[in-house]
């Protein structure tokens, strides 16, 4: 009996549980085995190569792989998204900040096309909150996680959004006086 995508995917499901309890190089042997299954330029066997060695701290490593798999156009939207994301973390923990602002910008648009849903949507902008961050941008970050949060919270949702966007708007005005 020949195993099923999803047979395989469990299996990558059960490797990724287990990783509290193997060290980052089995981490990374045990999913190039699971990878090593599909054929060289499957997406989903160079998304997971690359999901490993990124974990692993494996950064320079992990972009090509995770480049491929985005570049494939055979991820699904989740995945595709959860690649972008991992990649623009990547590249600005390698330093390569605008185009890991790109990057996350391009998949924010993504999100804009009524067919591709809003999974990983909070997750993307926070990513980016963080890109902000590292490149001294800490207004706009904090003002992007604000309105990220907004909607959850039990209460002040419009407020908190509000004073976020005014705050950002004032920060605008005062560096164009610059």
Same mark, same amino acid.
């Given at each position: 009996?020949? @195993?099923?995508?999803?047979?395989?995917?469990?299996? &990558?499901?059960?490797?990724?549980?287990?990783?509290?309890?193997?060290?980052?190089? *089995?981490?990374?042997? *045990?999913?190039?085995?699971?990878?090593?299954?599909?054929?060289?330029?499957?997406? /989903?066997?160079?998304? @997971?190569?690359?999901?490993?060695?990124?974990?692993?701290?494996?950064?320079? @490593?992990?972009?090509? /792989?995770?480049?491929?798999?985005?570049?494939?156009?055979?991820?699904?939207?989740?995945? *595709?998204?959860?690649?972008?994301?991992?990649?623009?973390?990547?590249?600005?923990?390698?330093?390569?900040?605008?185009?890991?602002?790109?990057?996350?910008?391009?998949? /924010?648009?993504?999100?804009?096309?009524?067919?591709?849903?809003?999974? /990983?949507?909070?997750?993307?902008?926070?990513?980016?909150?963080?890109?902000?961050?590292? *490149?001294?941008?800490? &207004?706009?970050?904090?003002?992007?996680?604000?309105?990220?949060?907004?909607?959850?919270?039990?209460?002040?949702?419009?407020? &908190?959004?509000?004073?976020?966007?005014?705050?950002?708007?004032?920060?605008?005005?005062?560096?164009?006086?610059?």
């Amino acid at each position: 009996m020949s @195993e099923t995508l999803q047979d395989w995917e469990a299996r &990558v499901a059960a490797l990724w549980r287990q990783l509290d309890a193997i060290t980052p190089e *089995q981490l990374v042997a *045990q999913a190039d085995a699971l990878a090593a299954e599909r054929p060289a330029d499957d997406a /989903l066997g160079l998304f @997971e190569r690359a999901c490993a060695r990124d974990t692993a701290g494996l950064e320079a @490593e992990a972009e090509p /792989l995770y480049r491929a798999a985005l570049a494939s156009g055979r991820l699904d939207p989740y995945r *595709q998204a959860r690649a972008s994301i991992q990649l623009a973390s990547t590249l600005r923990l390698l330093g390569r900040l605008e185009e890991s602002e790109s990057l996350v910008s391009v998949q /924010l648009r993504r999100y804009d096309e009524p067919a591709y849903g809003k999974a /990983l949507y909070d997750e993307t902008r926070a990513t980016l909150a963080l890109t902000y961050l590292v *490149q001294g941008r800490a &207004v706009e970050a904090a003002c992007l996680a604000l309105t990220t949060l907004a909607p959850h919270l039990s209460r002040y949702n419009r407020s &908190v959004a509000g004073n976020a966007a005014e705050i950002l708007k004032n920060a605008a005005l005062a560096s164009s006086w610059s």
